[in-house]
């Protein structure tokens, strides 16, 4: 089993920036690549980004283009989303996940997830 932690959602003014993490604990972190989703109030979860556990393939959402970056800290077990320039259509719980093999935008294909953290962009 592979347990997730993530950190650092809170209020933000539109244009600021936040960096969310997500601690793994249970396995060998260093197979997993992990992805990051969100989910509005009353929207379904999306696709933010993904990083495979080598951290050279990144994927990210159109939403995600030019603002956010994904990357990992392996000696950490962590896995990081760089938000800059937020908007409040940004507003959601950001749930990190985790998934053996290659990383993935489909939310069906991860098999581990977090509690998510709360961003809520202030206009």
């Known amino acids: 089993q592979v347990q997730l932690v993530e950190s650092g959602g809170r209020l933000v003014q539109t244009g600021g920036s936040l960096r969310l993490a997500c601690e793994a604990s249970?396995?060998?972190?260093?197979?997993?690549?992990m992805g990051w989703f969100r989910q509005a109030p009353g929207k379904e979860r999306e696709f933010v980004a993904a990083i495979s556990s080598s951290g050279v393939y990144l994927h990210y959402a159109d939403s995600a283009k030019g603002r956010f970056t994904i990357s990992r800290d392996n000696a950490k077990s962590t896995v990081f989303l760089q938000m800059n320039s937020l908007k409040p259509e940004d507003t959601a719980v950001y749930y990190c996940a985790a998934v053996w093999g290659g990383a993935a935008t489909t939310a069906e294909f991860y098999e581990y997830w977090g509690q998510g953290t709360l961003v809520t962009v202030s206009s």
């Open positions: 249970g396995r060998p972190f260093t197979g997993l690549a």
